[in-house]
């Protein structure tokens, strides 16, 4: 069963939420051409005495979504979402959550930690609560801990990945869980969409597929390297955050890094109350080494989020009409 909030996008589609690279200018743009569109609360940040980002940020969102609907009644904007990192080393989350339930926002995406009162603090100002997990494990704790739905992040996703497939894990969970459930994890194409619907997700969750657009915050060398590489490319190791993660091996190649070291990661270290959420004394992620999921074979240009998310709904589209005709 789906929330009415997740009802009615023009795809079955949410933008997903990257760290750095995620901005009011995708989510804008994700919103308006029909997908929910979101970004960490983390990538807001100010100097000290500055005016809070995030405020500013979830203002100009609202407003811009708001004259967008009064412009086009016939097609509205969908709903944007707010990431949360739950993790001890986030010392903004109290913060964040207070200016989040202030500003209403209607989708929250946690991440790393379930917790209660995150997810009171959400159903209090009318929202509802997405929490990405890895396993069927984390997923039995979110939903007992009151979130709504569930984001399966399964092999092949950019950022920290699961280890597992995404047809186990979709399985797994929805034999008993029939709330919304968002595939998570290489999804480039409508095809791709459709496929993660047939397979048991009601949504799918992309992430990597949008660095390579006009709005991510990304250097142009990074969206290039996406344009240029394949599954291939991608590595995946806890080296540089202490969990397991995707990144495109051009960009650890660059730093000039000794390859051994991939191999190896320390989980105690997470880190995310700095800019680059790694450790301190090595290339940092995710602004040197760049993250990056194994879907972006179908990437072959840079180009608007909503000329992106166009093409998604085509594909779409002729995907249900082939697979209806077969
Ligand atoms: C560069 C990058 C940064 C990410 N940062 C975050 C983050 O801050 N919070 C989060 O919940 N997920 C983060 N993710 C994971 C995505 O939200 C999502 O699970 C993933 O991108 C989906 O896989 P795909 O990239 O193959 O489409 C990140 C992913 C990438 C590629």
Redesign the pocket.
């Known amino acids: 069963m789906l929330p009415p909030i997740l009802k009615n996008l023009r795809i079955p589609v949410v933008g ?7 901005g009011p200018e995708l989510v804008i743009a994700q919103c308006k051409a029909g997908i929910v569109g ?1 970004f ?1 609360a ?2 807001a940040r100010e100097k000290d005495g500055d005016p809070i980002q995030l405020d500013l940020w979830l203002t100009r969102i609202q407003e811009e979504l708001d004259r967008h609907n009064q412009a086009n009644p016939d097609r509205p904007a969908a709903p944007f979402a707010v ?1 949360q ?1 739950v993790h001890r080393s986030n010392a903004r989350l109290e913060r964040d959550l207070e200016i989040c339930h202030r500003h209403k926002v209607p989708i929250w ?1 946690t ?2 930690g379930a917790r209660e009162d995150v997810n009171h603090a959400a159903h209090d100002c009318g929202g509802i609560v997405l929490h ?1 997990v890895i396993n069927n494990t984390f997923a039995k704790k979110a939903i007992s801990k009151g979130a709504d739905g569930l ?1 399966a ?1 399964a092999a ?6 699961g280890p597992e497939s995404p047809f186990a894990l979709i399985q797994e969970i929805r034999a008993w869980f029939d709330g919304p459930l968002l595939l ?5 194409t409508g095809r791709a969409v459709l496929a993660a619907q047939v397979m048991g997700a009601d949504l799918a ?5 949008f ?1 390579a657009s006009d709005e991510a915050h990304a250097e142009p060398a990074y969206k290039q390297m996406i344009v240029d590489s394949g599954a291939e490319d991608i590595v995946n190791s806890a080296y540089f955050t202490g969990v397991p993660g ?1 990144y495109l091996m051009p960009s650890v190649v660059n730093t000039g890094m000794d390859l051994a070291l991939l191999g190896t990661g320390d989980p105690s270290k997470m880190d995310f109350g700095s800019a680059s ?1 790694g450790h301190s004394d090595k290339p940092k992620a ?1 602004s040197q080494i ?7 074979g179908a990437v072959d240009a840079v180009e608007p989020a909503g000329a992106i998310i166009d093409r998604l709904a085509r594909e779409y589209a002729e995907a249900k009409a082939a697979v209806s005709a077969l």
């Open positions: 997903s939420p990257m760290f750095i690279v995620s979101s960490p983390l990538n990431n990192i995406i991440s790393l990405d984001i992040v092949g996703a950019g950022g920290h990945a998570s994890g290489a999804i480039s969750y992309i992430g990597s597929r660095i995707n959420a995710w760049w993250g990056c999921g194994q879907g972006i």
